[in-house]
């Protein structure tokens, strides 16, 4: 599932590409993506992107008056561009034909992704959108520790709560507690004030190392320019069960945290 760095990477990967384009026509959008979005094809014609940006797992085509496209990629959603006029190939639910004589789509296999025209004032009413917690790279030790010191959850739990933090999902929340040395089970008002700064500095790196990496390519993830990205190939943990941990050697273990397989190392990540 597209996290953090992959939107992020998808959406600099677009925003050189989609800045200044019209769109001119909507050839395609499927059923279940059109049964939310009536006037959508209506709405989204003659309007010319200003940008293109990210929060948390959003990605957001930017328009004049803050209205805004927001996609949500889910498990296998992706965007891209190909030449107009071409019939969508499968698994592709939305084309918008642009200025320039090409076409962004977005393509989902197995269609849980979802989008949706916003105006700014929609966008803030928005339950997902107004309750997204801070950007891990943007916040500060303060905010993020208040966030977690005071919920008996578990930390694996916590980090995934998009309320909480935004943008990390099992890669990113398995790599970081592992370099921060952190069970994922231990409850969020056990970590002491030193193991969250930890915590903090280890999920900074690992979302700015995967973001130099251009993502992790597990599955479907492709950049906007259809290549894979290269951080699976550094973990450390996640999908490893059983391998020597690379730092102690200990085979890694697997436990459910929030209905999520977790990988961790059972000596050098403790409560
Ligand atoms: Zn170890």
Redesign the pocket.
Known sequence: MPELPEVETIARGLRPLLTDRTVTSVPFIAAHLAKGNRDLAREVIGRTIRGVSRRGKLLFLEFPEQDVMAFHLRMTGRLGLMPSGLPPVSHVHLLLDLDDGTALYFQDQRKFGTCGLFTGKDLKRWPFYRNLGPEPLGVDLETFSKRIIGKKSRIKALLLDQRVIAGIGNIYADESL?RAGIHPATPGNRIAPDRLAGLLGALQSVLEEAIAAGGSSIRDYRTAAGLVGTFQNTFQVYGRRGL???????P?QTTKVAGRTTCF?????VI
């Not at 020597?244 to 200990?250: A, E, F, L, M, Y």
């Not at 190392?265 to 990540?269: E, F, R, V």
Request: with cysteine; glycine share 8%.
């Open positions: 592992f020597p941990c690379v730092s102690c050697g200990t890694l190392c059972p000596s050098c990540q």
